[in-house]
T-cell receptor, first 116, second 115 residues
Framework: DAGVIQSPRHEVTEMGQEVTLRCKPI?????LFWYRQTMMRGLELLIY????????DSGMPEDRFSAKMPNASFSTLKIQPSEPRDSAVYFC??????????????FGEGSWLTVV | GQQLNQSPQSMFIQEGEDVSMNCTSS?????WLWYKQDPGEGPVLLIA?????ELTSNGRLTAQFGITRKDSFLNISASIPSDVGIYFC???????????????FGQGTILTVHP
């Protein structure tokens, strides 16, 4: 079975450019998460969707970040304009239900973003 | 919000040695999870613990949910080179009220195993 699919795997962009990261969750999963991983701050939850509706976006750093989930099989995380401090690995993850005990969260392989 | 303190931050061991790492929290969690992240990959769930005092094994891995519900440890016995990676603990509250079961992750333990 296909896991969580993310694209691009690697992106290098110049400061000020728009970055769009894409995610396809596991089929049938109705919870989707975007995480950011850095050496300094570890794994941070950016936003959580359930049934395509944003439930918790308290981790979104600032207005430059936006996330959408137009349907059950696709989500985007957009950064506009990008800054060097946005350089990180961005993970998309999905779960077969709400993040309750017993509902495993499955992570994608990550999108490695470098902003120069 | 909740914070998890995971230690040690890194470990360098010889193949065959046992490894122990732990997480402590200032808050109570209802579930403790342990993930492993291989280089260039996303975290993968190793063990899930649902009850205080629970001791669970998965092959050479053993994890325990602390009695106080504020801590957990992970042991790896007879380490092998493929155990290399970053190990994360994560705590989870039960969904209900204002909580939806959000995971809080520790900072990770970087494990290096020398052949």
């Amino acid at each position: 079975d296909a896991g969580v699919i993310q694209s691009p795997r690697h992106e290098v962009t110049e400061m000020g450019q728009e970055v769009t990261l894409r995610c396809k969750p596991i089929s049938g999963h109705n919870s989707l998460f975007w995480y950011r991983q850095t050496m300094m701050r570890g794994l941070e939850l950016l936003i959580y969707f359930n049934n395509n509706v944003p439930i918790d976006d308290s981790g979104m750093p600032e207005d430059r970040f936006s996330a959408k989930m137009p349907n059950a099989s696709f989500s985007t995380l957009k950064i506009q304009p990008s800054e060097p401090r946005d350089s990180a690995v961005y993970f998309c993850a999905s779960s077969p239900g709400r993040p309750l005990s017993g509902n495993t969260i499955y992570f994608g392989e990550g999108s490695w973003l470098t902003v120069v | 919000g909740q914070q998890l303190n995971q230690s040690p931050q890194s470990m360098f061991i010889q193949e065959g040695e046992d490894v122990s790492m732990n997480c402590t929290s200032s808050s109570i969690f209802n579930t403790w999870l342990w993930y492993k992240q291989d280089p260039g990959e996303g975290p993968v769930l190793l063990i899930a613990l649902y009850k205080a005092g629970e001791l669970t094994s998965n092959g050479r891995l053993t994890a325990q949910f602390g009695i106080t519900r504020k801590d957990s440890f992970l042991n790896i016995s007879a380490s092998i080179p493929s155990d290399v990676g970053i190990y994360f603990c994560a705590g989870q509250l039960e969904a209900g009220g204002t909580s939806y079961g959000k995971l809080t992750f520790g900072q990770g333990t970087i494990l290096t195993v020398h052949p």
